[in-house]
């Protein structure tokens, strides 16, 4: 399942005895053990072991199987944690099937990987009674749910499009958006907010810097100068500097440029490429807003720019002028 239902799957089905949270999202991975330890952990040090994965190996992993087989002292539940748990094969069946296959009523074994494992591990997702939790990063679509169904049980309604506001004011990244999305509901509460409209998310949240270089490159693709150039001055204010700036520029189109002669869907360009699968969906709409040859020309531009900047022929501010008449006065 997806992090986004595991807590009603949760309060639907009760402690179940294996989990595995298994994925690069951070966010989920921690809040879904902290969500199983205040619900079933009373007494951490007395009912809490945990081990590292990498540790565990032949006939250490006999210390794991121990541990999972101890009765609780004093909680509901005895919560064994292993990270980065990659087993082969053979060490399954020699040491852990028979933990799987029959597990102890009153423990949860917790297993919390950062990814898949290698060739020759083990598919613990599909080993008996292990409830898999999809904690990989999230598409535009997930990240949206999870704040909808955050404010739906805080009593607050937010649509679609507002929960698209403030996913991409945070550019997707749940850390960010967890803290924005608590700072919201709060100032909800104390001013008796019912609704989360877009006006108090842009009152409240300012936009990530790299959601404010995907603004300029829209500005750019409708050559509205004065838009352009009003972004810059609101980032130079937020501690933007012409040399960070054109940094930024140049690092986007080149990500534009590349996905825009990507062949594959967006999930295979976002493997190719090395980025989420959202950063690929949204590059390529933006870029199919500029021909190819546009998009190497203001890389080019910018790039070139740096480079002068660099050998010292010219100055940041003077820098940041020469590429911004380039991009709307000079044809690529």
């Known amino acids: 399942m997806k992090y986004v239902d595991f807590k009603k799957f949760t309060d639907e089905n009760g402690a179940q005895p294996i989990y595995l949270f298994e994925g690069e999202e951070v966010y989920f991975r921690e809040k879904g053990e902290a969500l199983l330890r205040a619900k079933y952990l009373q007494e951490p040090t007395l009912d809490y072991a945990a ?26 539940r005895r919560i064994v944690r292993v990270s980065e748990f990659y087993p082969t094969e053979k060490e399954y069946e020699d040491y852990l099937s028979a933990l799987f296959e029959n597990p102890p009523k009153a423990t949860i074994l917790l297993i919390v990987n950062g990814s898949k494992g290698k060739t020759g591990t083990v598919a613990l997702a599909k080993k008996p009674n292990v409830t898999f939790v999809d904690c990989s990063r999230s598409d535009e679509e997930t990240i949206k749910k999870w704040i909808y169904v955050t404010c739906k049980r805080a009593g607050i309604y937010a649509d679609g499009v507002t929960c698209a ?5 945070c550019v997707y990244d749940m850390s960010r958006i ?3 999305t608590e700072k919201l509901l709060g100032y909800c509460e104390a001013t008796g907010a019912q609704r989360l409209t877009d006006e108090i998310v842009e009152g409240l949240v300012y936009p990530d810097a790299d959601y404010k270089i995907y603004e300029l490159a829209n500005a750019l693709s409708r050559r509205n100068y004065s838009a352009f150039m009003h972004i810059v001055k609101e980032l130079s204010t937020r501690g933007f500097n012409e040399t960070s700036l054109l940094s930024s520029l140049a690092s986007y189109f080149k990500g534009l440029y590349e996905v825009s002669i990507s062949k594959g869907s967006d999930r295979e360009i976002a ?5 989420k ?9 933006q870029a199919s807003k500029f021909t190819k040859a546009e998009l190497l020309g203001y890389y080019n531009a910018v ?4 480079s002068a900047l660099k050998c010292g022929e010219i100055t940041p501010p003077s820098a940041l002028k020469a590429v911004t008449a380039k991009l709307f006065f000079e044809k690529t």
């Open 271 to 275: 493997t190719a490429l090395g980025i």
């Open 165 to 169: 506001k403030l996913a991409s004011y």
């Open 178 to 180: 967890a803290k924005e």
């Open 277 to 285: 699968e959202y950063s690929a969906k949204k590059n390529r709409e």
């Open 303 to 306: 790039y070139g720019a740096i």
């Open 51 to 76: 081990f590292d994965g990498a540790a565990l190996k032949g006939e250490k992993l006999r210390a794991l199987t121990d541990a999972a087989n101890c009765f609780p002292f004093i909680s509901e």
